[in-house]
C-alpha cells in the first residue's frame, strides 16, 4: 500500500504502512549528517535504519539507537481559571484534544498525562458575554511556561480584533494560547 501525498506527523499513523521516504517538504537535499536514521551508505531510496512500531509499541520494521522507542510520557499541567466559571478550555498536543476541563472562577491546576508530540495549545472553546478565561501557566515535562510570555494566543482581544493581543494571559474569545511543543 502506498500513501502518496500524506505528511505524517510525530505520533501520527497510517494502516498497513510498508514504504517510509523522508524529505523535507520543499523537497530540498535532505542533510543526514547527524541523523540516526539515514543509511549508511547515503543511499536515500531505502532507509532501514527508521524505527517503525505498529499500535502495540511493537517494532515492525527498521533498527533504533539504545535511546529510541515508542515516546514516554509526560505531565501537563495548566493552571487557569474562567471569569464566571462557566467557561470550558481543551488541551490539544499535536492537534488532538487530550483533555477538556470546565473551569471555575477561581484559580485550579488540571492535570493530564499523555506520550504525544507536538505543539501544546490551550483552546478556550465558549466565549459567551462576561466570559474570559485566565491561564496562568502551563507546567510541561517539569518546565513552567508563563502564559503571558508566549507569542501565540488568537483568543487575546487587541487591536480591535480577537488574536489581536499578544503576550498576554487572558483568552477573551475562543482561540488558542500556544506553547511549545515538548518533544
Request: proline share 3%; charged share 15%; hydrophobic share 30%.
Amino acid at each position: 500500500m502506498q500513501y502518496t501525498g500524506i505528511n505524517l506527523q510525530p505520533g501520527q499513523t497510517v494502516n498497513q504502512a510498508v514504504v517510509f521516504r523522508i524529505r523535507y517538504t520543499d523537497w530540498s537535499s535532505f542533510d543526514t549528517s547527524n541523523d540516526y536514521s539515514a543509511p549508511e551508505s547515503g543511499e536515500t531510496e531505502i532507509a532501514d535504519r527508521i524505527a517503525v512500531f505498529n499500535s502495540a509499541n511493537k517494532l515492525i520494521m527498521g533498527s533504533q539507537p539504545e535511546t529510541a522507542g515508542p515516546s514516554s510520557s509526560y505531565n501537563i499541567k495548566v493552571r487557569a481559571r474562567g471569569t464566571s466559571g462557566n467557561e470550558t478550555i481543551n488541551l490539544t498536543v499535536g492537534g488532538n484534544v487530550i483533555a477538556t476541563w470546565n473551569l471555575t472562577n477561581y484559580f485550579q491546576d488540571y492535570n493530564v498525562t499523555t506520550s504525544l508530540s507536538g505543539g501544546i495549545n490551550v483552546e478556550y472553546t465558549n466565549d459567551a458575554p462576561n466570559r474570559d478565561v485566565v491561564v496562568d501557566y502551563a507546567e510541561i515535562g517539569g518546565v513552567i511556561h508563563q502564559a503571558e510570555a508566549q507569542s501565540g494566543n488568537s483568543a487575546a482581544w487587541g487591536n480591535g480584533q480577537c488574536g489581536g493581543g499578544q503576550f498576554t494571559e487572558w483568552m477573551h474569545c475562543n482561540g488558542y494560547l500556544g506553547f511549545s511543543a515538548y518533544k
